[in-house]
């Protein structure tokens, strides 16, 4: 019996300049969907943000934050890379969303239309904008357990991810996460600043909650119903009810990413496949399989590394091992 396949999609942090490049200058279908999206959001928002994404003035290692732009990107590059893959023969039997990559998940799976749910990631921007005050995102390189031991992180930040064993994310005002960059730096903990401007998944972005929920509850379309099971890292678990709440949850609440994957492995292995911009997913599914005897495999395509063509090579050969 094969193992089913699982497409999973990330969120804010996971973007970079020139992301998926060699795709956009070497694959027509990458190509095709990515300007076909560009389209949509340049009649919506009156911006390209593929001159944007591929600015031959910025480097990858330029921070790349501004949500107009950042939002619409990952889900665009999210996308486009899943049509290549469908175009190759690997299709999901199920897609697994993480924090932004959960609306992905829901035009995957036909929930919602491409224009539909960049209506919903702009009208989000939008929002956060208008209501949020300036916030941060740390990702802390360290047993979880540490946030509620150290008074210095807990009482001025909010937990909002844990990855693995070894990897957790807070969340907060920029001043209270600037602080705690201090202390971790004397203690010699191993962290990294998120290139986001908003403290997604905390209290931070509460004032846009009332906004953002009136317009999915007004807007001129209604949910549908999944045609692909979909795993959400904010239940740890699957949707079974698709609404407003849902999709404000999935940037408000912890991401519970360990705790999903423990929930799945508990059921059966998977090929997981990791279609976010920068394969971090898939790092964070290694990890937690580290020493559990799965037989899972796990794959990703885009890093910042320049591998996408040779990455997506091995795919096409796995697709005969997978049928």
Request: proline share 4%; charged share 20%.
């Amino acid at each position: 019996m094969r193992q089913p396949i699982i497409f999973m999609f990330s969120g804010q942090g996971s973007q970079y300049y020139h992301m998926g490049k060699a795709l956009y200058s070497q694959n027509t279908v990458f190509r095709h969907w990515l300007s076909k999206l560009n389209d949509i959001v340049y009649n919506s928002a009156g911006i390209s943000i593929i001159d944007e994404i591929y600015n031959q003035a910025k480097s990858k290692g330029d921070r790349f934050d501004n949500l107009i732009y950042t939002h619409p990107a990952i889900f665009m590059v999210e996308y486009s890379l899943v049509q290549v893959l469908i175009e190759q023969g690997i299709k999901p039997d199920y897609v697994l969303g993480a924090s932004l990559g959960e609306f992905t998940a829901a035009a995957i799976a036909g929930v919602l239309s491409l224009e539909e749910t960049l209506d919903c990631i702009l009208k989000q921007v939008e929002v956060f904008e208008k209501y949020c005050q300036p916030g941060s995102m740390i990702a802390v390189i360290h047993n979880p357990d540490l946030y509620n031991q150290s008074a210095e992180i807990f009482l001025h930040s909010e937990l909002a991810a844990v990855n693995y064993s070894s990897h957790f994310v807070i969340s907060g005002h920029s001043s209270s996460l600037f602080d705690i960059e201090k202390y971790l730096k004397t203690e010699d903990m191993q962290f990294l600043t998120l290139p986001v401007k908003y403290g997604f998944h905390s209290t931070n972005i509460d004032p846009a909650e009332e906004e953002y929920k009136k317009f999915l509850r007004n807007f001129s379309f209604s949910f549908r119903k999944p045609e692909i099971p979909i795993i959400s890292c904010s239940l740890s678990s699957w949707v079974t009810d698709i609404s407003p709440e849902y999709f404000w949850n999935v940037v408000r609440q912890p991401i519970q990413f360990q705790k999903t994957i423990g929930k799945l492995e508990a059921t059966r292995q998977f090929n997981y496949i990791d279609l976010g911009p920068s394969g971090t997913l898939a790092s964070f599914v290694r990890n937690n399989l580290l020493d559990k005897g799965s037989a899972s495999q796990i794959y990703d395509v885009l890093t910042p590394f320049d591998q996408e063509i040779k990455k997506l090579d091995k795919l096409n050969e796995l697709k005969f091992k997978i049928k």
